[in-house]
């Protein structure tokens, strides 16, 4: 059983950066791809960013692309999301999720990942 646990949220102003941990509680994380997604109330969860277990590969939503970057450090059982530019439509709960599928393809959707984090909440004000 693999524990996650976000941490780095908090509020900023529009324009502003934040830096999300997540931080996996056994050596396995290597295994698998990691992935970022994020909620609001009402919404579906929604896709940010995941990165494969070597760290070569990574995806993004187009809502995030050229913003946020997805990195991890294996050897600290931790991955990383780095928010640039936030807008206050970035505003959301944002999760980390392992996925023991380490496909070439990217995955999306939230009920491909086989773990989760508590979540760690953002707010960017305008």
């Known amino acids: 059983q693999v524990t996650l646990v976000e941490s780095g949220g908090g509020l900023v102003q529009a324009g502003g950066s934040l830096r999300l941990s997540c931080v996996a509680n056994?050596?396995?994380?290597?295994?698998?791809?990691m992935g970022w997604f994020r909620q609001t109330p009402g919404k579906e969860r929604e896709f940010v960013a995941r990165i494969r277990w070597s760290g070569g590969q990574t995806f993004y939503a187009d809502s995030v692309k050229g913003r946020f970057t997805i990195s991890r450090d294996n050897a600290k059982n931790t991955v990383y999301l780095q928010m640039n530019s936030l807008k206050p439509e970035d505003t959301a709960v944002y999760y980390c999720?392992?996925?023991?599928?380490?496909?070439?393809?990217?995955?999306?959707?939230?009920?491909?990942?086989?773990?989760w984090g508590q979540g760690t909440q953002v707010t960017v004000s305008s």
């Open positions: 056994e050596r396995s994380f290597r295994n698998y791809a």
């Open positions: 999720a392992a996925d023991r599928v380490t496909s070439i393809v990217v995955r999306r959707a939230p009920e491909q990942y086989d773990y």
